[in-house]
């Protein structure tokens, strides 16, 4: 193989790399969970 070569593939992968990674950052999001209506679902 030539240095080309592994230069075409490493770049490829590098850029797959980072289009995995920015689509993972993308769709995961962060929600905050709170309790302050729960004494709605539970009178005593």
């Known amino acids: ?19 995995i990674v920015l689509g993972i950052g993308a769709v995961a999001q962060a929600t905050v969970l709170t309790f302050d209506d729960i004494s709605a679902y539970f009178r005593f």
Do not use: E
């Not at 193989?1 to 289009?19: F, G, N, P, Q, R």
């Open 1 to 19: 193989m030539s240095i080309s070569t592994v230069a075409k593939k490493l770049s490829t992968a590098a850029i797959a790399a980072t289009v």
